[in-house]
């Protein structure tokens, strides 16, 4: 390309950048938007952010376009959006590990912190459970603690690996409860549903969607208690970790919007207005049944306070037990 | 007769012209996945999932599940005319196939392929007809000391990928160890190797390598060559299009054996396409009556390993279909195809869900035939491609595989990785160094620890969890028979040779 048509084409971009709507956050967004995932294609984490994705762009009038950019337990999406421009043009969809990734330094580098991200709001999350066999000889949780306790090191715990949050609901919850098992690593929650099923470990942490809803519903698996505030809906019968008395919530997990530190608190209260009103959309409300994923809200606010709140505990649990 | 009822309904649900429609286009879809170097099977699910959302639940999943299969139709079609894998699947397929074209029998390589592979699918189609729950139950006993052993006897099979000097395919192998160690260490939580690169945090990406090692470092070979505009692949003149009568011969067995194999190895967690083929390979080496004729064209190399990762696909869809259970990282994606068009795969699918479950059955059958009735005549054509002058089939190749390596997690580092790998593929290439045990072992080697770590836990410390359970102590006892059978064998003849020889003497 010649020095001319180069020339031309800067002055042309420049004088575009003066335009008066170009700073105009009402007209927020004027192109389409990116929501970077942490996720690869395919898995729940995946599916109900496009499907907010699909809802926002209607409620935005722009295209609210998911791009995947999976590896390093969500850092590297959570990296890119940090490092992006703050102009509200690419944000993020992210649970509590890439919301705080300094949590986890010891375990996994990140090139950001929490504080290089904003949170717009919090839309899902997933359900937790403690899930066993279901002819398993444990039916109840007090049974699996009696066993537990009387039987030390004995029972095979899995879970998707060091430092996951799913990991550190279970460890917290077993230390809550003075009891010792062996912990067994896996790459990811398809694979210890597996081991489950085939009886190759007796105890794991488990979201309820997915394959492992089905086989809860098939009466294969079992759930002893759920890690939430309130009992599930389907699982009527299933107590939470506090009504059995333990404090344990370190199960609370979110996915919510994010953008890079510096977007403008206008672009912020847009995202979030634009989320709430999809939240009440029926269809989306229908949508997100078919995903079997829960609709957990958190305003601007709340959520920025949860954040900070479930970063401390988690930090100060894997303190408290040496890991970091 | 109940079979025969089951048969029926999928035959019905098949021949529904919008869901022959739907397997069609994702056959078609799947072959070019496959044939493209580099876009592999799961990142294009995962770029069509938007585009299900017209479609009702039964035709989503078939031409989903059409593009899975039919990709792996596709990936032999380079490995055999450019020796670049189109697939991970398709490596094996590179050491024979590739050749054959050379000594201008890229026509039969391409027509063993296409019907290995269409009977490969349709056994494993039978099988998971006829067996899918029970094989289900069945994989399920293997946990992580079985796995191991299956990981043990794959490590065995590293040696009949040798070829020529063993140690340097040992040598490769012990790299290819290393590489795989890349990543994070499950059992402790700590990051090794990475260099500080975030992308290697998750290890190397098996898609990146291959396209490395074999495709650019194949065009980094040919650049050395002269008259790159006038040369081209054909060095001998096509003698046929098809197999001979002599190449179904040879071949019978192999598929025999590795559409058995690969439908069971399919079902198996990790087990996939990709390991079916490395082991169907290893094995019709090991049973042929000429070895030494593997790695210079023997079409039971192409025959076995392309029939075996058809079969895996088939296999693979047991576990997805019974439990809901993804096996690799394509029926992952393919799990979550499902899921969005709000069926969930589990244990209820085949009660609840009969026409998903008999639907994508039925339509297999017919896919499969389709993709044969494609890529048949296909080989008149891809042999043509063999005309084109290197430079620009391999200017073409270079951007498919950069595109390609960009694409799976639009993530420019992993180009960066590719690249290395070409110009360490390229080294291994000139010294002679083998790729194929460096790629086995890259594969194996981090499930191999991930599993003797899990079983040493369950075993608190003790490897007697091996050889306490049956499956996983027949394969540990396996495997070192083969592996020993060889010094054996040697020490039986030494010992025969020495007695006739005494007799000899006797009666001299």
Known sequence: MNRIAMLLATVTFLSLQFHPGAWAQEKYPERPVQAILPYSPGGPGDLTPRLLSDFMTKQLGQPVVPLNKPGSGGFIAGGYVAAAKPDGYTIGMFANTQAAPEVLAKFRPASYSSKDLVPAVNFSGWLVTLTVRADSPFKSFKEFVEYAKSNPGKLRFGHPGVGNRYWIAGMALADELGIKMKEIPFNSEGEYLTALLGGHIDVSVMTYGGSAREHILAKTLRVLCVFEEKRIEELPDVPTVKELGHQSTYGDLFIGIFAPKGTSPGIISRLADATTKVIENPEFVQGMKRLNMPIKYMNTKDFESFISKDSALVTKFLKEKGYI | ?508
């Open chain 2, 1 to 508: 007769m109940e079979f025969l009822q089951h048969l029926q309904y999928a035959f019905k649900i098949g021949l529904d012209p919008m869901n022959l429609l739907a397997a069609f286009m994702g056959c078609v879809f799947g072959t070019l996945v496959g044939v493209l170097p580099g876009l592999g099977p799961s990142a294009s699910i995962a770029l069509l999932l938007p585009v299900t959302y017209y479609f009702t639940p039964v035709q989503a999943i078939i031409m989903l599940s059409g593009i899975y299969y039919g990709a792996q139709y596709g990936g032999s079609t380079t490995s055999i005319l450019v020796n670049i894998p189109g697939e991970a699947s398709s490596v094996v397929t590179c050491l024979d196939g590739y050749q054959m074209a050379r000594k201008g029998r890229a026509g039969p390589a391409l027509g063993i392929s296409a019907f290995g592979s269409f009977i490969g699918g349709t056994v494993s189609i039978i099988v998971l007809m006829c067996l899918a729950p029970p094989l289900a139950r069945m994989a399920l006993r293997f946990g992580p000391p079985e796995m191991f052993s299956v990981m043990f006897f794959g490590f065995t099979m590293i040696i009949y990928l040798a070829k020529g000097s063993m140690i340097k395919s040992l040598m490769m192998a012990m790299l290819g160890l290393l590489f795989g160690c890349i990543g994070t260490d499950l059992f402790g939580g700590g990051i090794r190797y990475t260099l500080g690169i975030p992308q290697l945090t998750d290890g190397l990406d098996m898609v990146q390598v291959s396209m490395g090692l074999f495709g650019i470092s194949e065009v980094l070979l040919i650049l050395e060559e002269e008259d790159l505009g006038k040369k081209d692949i054909q060095r001998t003149r096509m003698r046929e299009l098809l197999p001979s009568r002599q190449d179904w011969k040879d071949s019978a067995k192999p598929i025999a054996r590795a559409s058995i194999l690969g439908s069971f190895l399919g079902t198996l967690p990790g087990g996939g396409p990709t390991i079916s083929s490395f082991i169907s390979y290893a094995i019709e080496k090991r049973l042929s009556k000429h070895p030494e004729r593997f790695g210079t064209g023997e079409i039971a190399g192409v025959a076995g390993p392309e029939t075996a990762n058809n079969a895996a696909c088939g296999g693979a869809f047991v576990p997805l279909l019974t439990l809901g259970i993804p096996t690799t990282v394509v029926m992952a994606v393919l799990l979550g195809g499902f899921m969005i068009k709000g069926v969930t795969p589990g244990p209820f699918l085949i009660t609840k869900s009969p026409e998903i479950f008999w639907g994508v059955v039925g339509s297999m059958y017919f896919g499969n035939v389709m993709l044969l009735v494609l890529n048949l005549p296909l080989i008149g054509i891809w042999v043509r491609i063999l005309k084109i002058p290197y430079a620009i089939l391999f200017s073409l190749i270079f951007l498919f595989c950069l595109v390609g390596s960009y694409i799976l997690n639009n993530n420019r580092t992993d180009v960066l990785i590719m690249v290395t790998f070409g110009v360490i593929g390229y080294l291994m290439k000139k010294f002679e160094y083998p790729a194929a045990p460096l790629i086995l072992a890259l594969i194996l080697g981090p499930q191999f620890e991930k599993y003797l770590g899990q079983s040493l836990i369950m075993g608190e410390g003790s490897p007697v969890i091996f050889f306490s359970r049956p499956i996983s102590s027949i394969l540990l006892i396996v495997a070192i028979l083969l592996l020993v059978s060889p010094l054996l064998l040697r020490w039986g003849r030494e010992q025969r040779s020495r007695l006739s020889e005494e007799s000899g003497d006797d009666l001299a």
